[in-house]
C-alpha cells in the first residue's frame, strides 16, 4: 500500500475545520468535516477521528466493522456531551468517513457528506451516499446533481455525528482488488471538482503524493471556497 494526505484552509475559510487520520499499523485512514460556532468544528472533526481511532487499537482486531461502529459510536457521544457540557462548542458536530483495509477488505464507517470512492480500471465509483438535504432532493427527483452542485442548501446535513444522543452509521464492505485506488474526501474537493475530474487527475498522476497535490491545486483554482481535504490510497496487494 502507498498512499498520501493533505488538507488545505483553502482561499475562503479563515480556519481549517476538516480533520485527517492515517495509521499505517491498522491500515485505517479517515476524513472529518467539522462544523460548529467558533473554532467548535474543528474540535468536533479532532474528536471523532481520534474516538475512532482509539477504538481500533484497543478493540478486537479481529472485527473490524464491530470496533468501526464503536468507535463511530463513541465518538458520536463524546461530542454530544462535549456540546452539551461547553457553551462554546454548542450545536457543534462532524461529519465522518473512515475505512480500514483488512485481509483484501475495505470496511467503511460513513455519517454525513464527506465521501468515499473507489477508482478501479478507467471508472470512479462513489462508495458512500452523502445524508445532506440536496441528496434527499435528488432521490425524490426535486434537483439534478448539477443542480445540486450550485443549491443555496447544498451544505445542509441530515445525518452528523454529535448533534444528536444516537446516530445511524452506514457501513459499507467491499473486495479490493489490486490496483485499486481509494480516495476519501471532504466536500471541498469534491464540491469544485467533478467525479470524472477527479478521476482523471488521479489516473494523470505518477503516485499518491501527486495525485493529491493535483486534486488540492485544482480546488484551489476553482475558488477554494472550502477548507480541501483528500487521502489517496493505493492498493499494490
Excluded at 213 to 227: C, I
Amino acid at each position: 500500500m502507498r498512499w498520501s494526505q493533505a488538507t488545505e484552509t483553502g482561499l475562503v475559510r479563515r480556519q481549517n475545520e476538516d480533520c485527517l487520520c492515517v495509521i499505517p499499523d491498522l491500515a485505517l485512514f479517515a476524513v472529518a468535516d467539522g462544523m460548529g460556532g467558533h473554532l467548535a468544528g474543528e474540535v468536533a472533526s479532532r474528536m471523532a477521528v481520534e474516538s475512532v481511532a482509539r477504538q481500533l487499537q484497543s478493540g478486537n482486531r479481529d472485527d473490524t466493522v464491530k470496533s468501526l461502529l464503536e468507535g463511530v459510536r463513541r465518538a458520536n457521544s463524546d461530542i454530544y456531551k462535549a456540546s452539551r457540557r461547553d457553551g462554546s462548542c454548542r450545536g457543534m458536530g462532524t461529519t465522518l468517513t473512515v475505512a480500514v483495509i483488512s485481509g483484501g477488505d475495505l470496511v467503511l464507517a460513513h455519517v454525513g457528506d464527506s465521501r468515499a470512492y473507489i477508482i478501479r480500471g478507467d471508472k470512479i465509483h462513489l462508495l458512500t451516499e452523502d445524508h445532506s438535504l440536496v441528496q434527499e432532493m435528488i432521490r425524490h427527483g426535486g434537483i439534478t446533481r448539477e443542480q445540486a452542485r450550485d443549491h443555496p442548501h447544498r451544505n445542509v446535513l441530515t445525518r452528523a455525528l454529535g448533534t444528536e444522543p444516537l446516530v445511524d452509521v452506514d457501513l459499507i464492505s467491499i473486495k479490493l482488488e489490486r490496483g485499486d485506488i481509494l480516495l476519501l474526501c471532504t466536500d471541498g474537493l469534491y464540491g469544485l471538482v467533478g467525479d470524472e475530474e477527479i478521476l482523471e487527475l488521479v489516473r494523470s498522476a505518477a503516485n499518491p503524493d501527486q495525485a493529491v497535490r493535483m486534486l488540492v491545486d485544482e480546488a484551489l483554482r476553482r475558488g477554494g471556497s472550502d477548507n480541501i481535504s483528500v487521502i489517496v490510497v493505493e492498493v499494490d496487494d
